[in-house]
């Protein structure tokens, strides 16, 4: 119920469209990317009959064991590829990315479906789809190529193979601060002979590349040799920075996605190349698989293939070769006598196994930091100027304020002005409607003889 009298505002009562911006570091460390347990896939991907595999469309990453009902949702990763159909002298054809283009024996049916040989690839049609949903995401249009400079957008700079990162809400709030963004990993792969023999090595782990300070697991070949100078031996080389270095200066402002500008990989202190983008608003990172990793160095290991059959294969290590049996359901990549390249892996590999590989080898498995960024929370705040004239709110509408027969219980003669104790201003609409209430921080004597204003802060 509303109060007996209410005072209206007026236009110098009350100032709108203030802002405030509250921020908050956020720091991801390398551990959470890099344990498996902190990696929830979702099976959406099904193929194969004698030995089907499945696969998810994104993983989740969060900052513990994922099963745990403590544990806080950090990031969804993912991977896509661009490809479009091109027809000439009218015949279609898929243009885009290297990983699609060179896949042999591909077709396009009348619908304009693509179709890739079930030997040579896997799930690149939904490689492909993800990349066009990022597109009208961000974009505007599932059929755009995400480009490397929104200040300078060029078409003969595009980013046709992208590793897709998005930051939760909880963390990225309302956007990621401009200038605040660092993401640190490991962009080279070793050679094989840095591959050690002398421990018991796993490669049916399903994945391409495991951590090289685990003794007991296949070492992939994620780093170089390690510094001999100290013990135990650290794996440190080829570890880069990637920052959006002056972005609060060169950033630009796209109408589907808001405020976007281009990330930058450090070789040293002072050289830099456009890898990616970086979508504040979105909270979303496209990096440029093909800058940031290079798609022609040589790999190896074990991933899932539908209805392949168990051989023993031979991997190239530091003692020459490792016989290693390979299952049914499982494919061999890169043994000896031949070689396959990133590029290859990623047209092979399922989605599951990707991005097992980028978060596992390119990550170590410690605590120290790989992600950081400052965060923004929006505040927008509209203070009202409650005026209570002398003559105004000097009475109560509280039953106890007066006796049985109208007498003011707080003056000692009938003569004495009233006065009362103001602990509470209410906001309502213009139907009555309680709004808002703002609590004062004591009891504010308010009498005839004064004139009192209340600042109400109302932050939304």
């Not at 009202?384 to 039953?399: I, L």
Request: net charge negative; charged share 20%; hydrophobic share 35%.
């Amino acid at each position: 119920m509303p109060p007996a009298k209410l005072k209206t505002f007026d236009t110098r009562d009350k100032i709108t469209d203030n802002k405030s911006r509250l921020n908050q570091l956020i720091d991801i460390v390398s551990a959470d990317l890099a344990t498996d347990l902190n990696r929830r896939k979702y099976a959406a991907f099904f193929t194969g009959s004698t030995t089907p595999v499945t696969s998810s469309l994104f993983n989740t990453i969060f900052d513990q064991d994922h099963t745990l009902q403590s544990s806080n949702a950090l990031l969804d990763i993912t991977f896509g590829t661009y490809a479009t159909t091109v027809v000439t002298n009218g015949t279609s054809q898929i243009q885009g990315s290297i990983i699609v283009t060179d896949i042999q024996n591909k077709s396009i049916d009348s619908s304009g479906k693509y179709f890739f040989p079930s030997g040579t690839s896997l799930m690149m049609r939904e490689k492909i789809n993800i990349y066009k949903q990022y597109a009208q995401s961000l974009l505007g249009n599932a059929n755009s190529t995400f480009k490397m400079s929104y200040q300078t957008p060029s078409s003969a700079d595009p980013i046709n193979e992208a590793l897709f990162i998005n930051f939760k809400r909880l963390f990225k709030r309302d956007n990621i601060a401009k200038g605040t963004f660092g993401l640190k990993l490991y962009n080279r792969l070793a050679t094989n002979t840095d591959l050690d023999h002398t421990s018991p090595i796993i490669v049916k782990n399903g994945t391409l590349f495991n951590n090289p300070n685990a003794d007991t697991e296949f070492i992939g070949r994620s780093f170089l040799t390690p510094q001999a100078t100290q013990n135990p031996a650290t794996w440190v080389e080829n570890q880069v920075i990637i920052l959006d270095t002056n972005a609060s200066v060169t950033y630009n402002v796209l109408p589907t996605s808001g405020e976007v500008a281009t990330l930058k990989m450090y070789l040293d202190s002072t050289t830099s190349v456009d890898v990616g983008l970086i979508f504040y608003d979105a909270g979303v990172i496209v990096l440029d698989v093909h800058k940031v990793f290079d798609l022609n160095t040589l790999v190896q290991g074990v991933i899932q293939f539908p209805d392949t059959d168990p051989v023993p294969v031979n991997f190239k290590t530091d003692q020459n070769s490792t016989l290693t049996n390979i299952l049914k359901g499982e494919k061999a990549l890169g043994t000896i006598g031949a070689d396959t390249t990133l590029k290859q892996f990623l047209q092979l590999a399922t989605i599951d196994d990707i991005v097992r590989h980028f978060c596992k080898s390119r990550f170590a498995d410690n605590a120290t930091t790989c992600i950081s960024f400052e965060n923004e929370t929006i505040i927008n705040s509209t203070i009202f100027f409650c005026n209570a004239a002398t003559n105004e709110f000097n009475y109560s509408t509280n039953p106890t304020y007066v006796d049985e027969i109208g007498k003011i219980n707080v003056v000692s003669s009938t003569t004495d002005q009233p006065f009362s104790y103001i602990t509470t201003v209410g906001l309502y609409d213009v139907s009555n409607n309680l709004l808002a209430v703002a609590k004062l921080s004591r009891p504010v004597e308010k009498n005839p003889s004064n004139n009192l204003t209340i600042r109400v802060r109302l932050d939304y």
